[in-house]
């Protein structure tokens, strides 16, 4: 039988019929943060605990364009099951789907019963046995981004921003969104339960923000997963594109997801708290800025995950692409924001909206973990407004040189397993592969015509 037992999953099945609920939709996160689900009727949720549901593994190496990639456990093996059984203290009723509940799922080799390496839940659960071995408890607050865009029949793409309207950024009602999008939205995730506060227009036309409340990190992570899958889900019900693509338009900035990272000690206390100590922080606290700056180009990899992020980095961009920090200032890429005390934090601000949020959060985790291990100190804040390379190093301006960094940094990469590395690096190497072979429209205008 499952951690789940008989009475309790009886009492779930009970209050679900009392709530006119018949199908609970098991969902759990891929390699690259995409929802994948089953929908299970109640009457069978009982079996479903017990022995799992079957997926065959290779769900992890599948691309976006359906082709699976040769990672190790999957194509090699002979595409052997996952078992994922449904975590039923996750249950929530999908607000905008009667009938319908949601739960996360725990993914297990049926043929050993522990986790499989791929599994990024997983993955940051292990990172934070690492710190709790330190007596920390990572907390974490999500920023996400994301453009909504509607069709357009005709254009390159099929699509455009929802609405155009620049010059908004900051804004909120019907004047950059005239068709009450983000209050909608704002409204359904919160009876989603997954601790949505506050939403707003951003920079560029058709850009949203939306943020999260801080809690514990990997509940932060779950209801990060769960946003992004309900905001595109929204956006599909009715007939637009929502994308956290990092940099859907040459045209337009890139759409960000920003940490917002403290850690509570053995006594429920902010570590990163020390009226005494240098710019009101703790030696704990300046010691995981050290060691997210150590690790900043191997981390990079996890951030900034796709071909398409590293557009999203440059001169004028406001996205951060040198290694560097500073006090309450957001041309760095981590950024220490002015509240001390219970809300003294870290922001890190390299990752863009495509990121796996149990990636990222547990990459940014692991970084600090071994900064406070180091025990050694950053350099000077950045003062004033950065992206000088005479004073900070760049951070890798690829993805292949972002996953070079990645499988070169041993130290960072054992504490994210070699497994998962591996498999992380196969599958993204393969991306990059496959974009090197593809002819893309820019190619096609600039050369076709004169050569």
């Known amino acids: 039988m499952s951690a789940q037992d008989t009475p309790d999953i009886r009492r779930h099945m009970d209050r679900l019929a009392a709530e006119g609920i018949d199908v609970v939709r098991v969902s759990y996160p891929d390699l690259i943060g995409t929802d994948r689900a089953r929908d299970v009727l109640v009457d069978h949720l009982p079996s479903a605990c017990e022995h799992g549901l079957a997926f065959c593994r290779a769900v992890y190496h599948t691309t976006p364009q359906g082709d699976v990639v040769p990672v190790a456990g999957g194509l090699d093996a002979g595409l052997p099951d ?5 975590d039923l203290s996750t249950l929530t009723a999908l607000p905008w789907e009667p009938g319908v509940a949601v739960c996360l799922g725990e993914v297990n080799d049926p043929a050993t019963g522990v986790p499989v390496p791929e599994s990024p839940r997983d993955l940051l659960r292990t990172v934070l046995e690492r710190c709790a071995e330190h007596g920390l408890r990572p907390v974490v607050g999500p920023e996400l981004e994301y ?35 983000l209050l909608r939205t704002l409204r359904q995730l919160r009876d989603l339960g997954i601790g949505v506060i506050t939403g707003n227009h951003e920079f560029d036309g058709g850009q949203y923000e939306i943020n999260l409340t801080h809690s514990a990190a990997l509940d932060a992570a779950d209801r990060a997963f769960r946003f992004k899958a309900a905001v595109k889900e929204l956006a599909r019900g009715e007939g637009n594109l929502a994308t956290f693509m990092a940099k859907p338009f040459g045209d337009a900035g890139g759409s960000g997801f920003h940490l917002h990272l403290s850690c509570e000690d053995a006594g429920g206390r902010n570590a990163y708290d020390d009226p005494a100590g240098e710019y009101g922080l703790s030696a704990t606290a300046r010691h995981a800025i ?27 961009t406001l996205a951060p692409w040198l290694i560097d920090w500073g006090l309450d200032n957001r041309s ?120």
């Open 82 to 86: 996952v078992s994922v059984r449904p």
């Open 290 to 316: 050290a060691g997210i700056l150590a690790h900043a180009p191997a981390l990079a990899a996890l951030a900034n995950p796709t071909v398409n992020s590293y557009k999203r980095f440059g001169p004028d």
């Open 332 to 451: 760095a890429m981590l950024r220490v924001p002015p509240e001390r005390g219970s809300g003294a934090r870290l922001e890190l601000r390299l990752g863009d909206a495509s990121a796996n949020p149990y990636l990222l959060i547990a990459g940014t985790i692991a970084a600090a973990l071994l900064g406070i291990q180091a025990g050694e100190e950053p350099p000077a804040p950045l003062e004033g407004y950065g992206y000088d390379t005479a004073r900070s190093a760049t951070l890798p301006m690829s993805l292949p040189a972002a996953l070079d960094a990645l499988e070169a940094d041993t130290d960072l990469t054992d504490v994210l397993g070699k497994d998962f590395t591996a498999s992380f690096l196969s599958y993204k190497r393969d991306e990059v592969e496959r974009f090197g072979r593809h002819v893309t429209d820019w190619e096609f205008s600039e050369y076709a015509y004169h050569l």
């Open 147 to 181: 453009f909504l865009l509607e069709p357009a029949p005709g254009t390159p793409t099929g699509w455009r921003r929802s609405p155009e309207t620049t010059g908004a950024v900051y804004t909120a009602g019907l004047r950059a969104d005239p068709d009450n999008h």
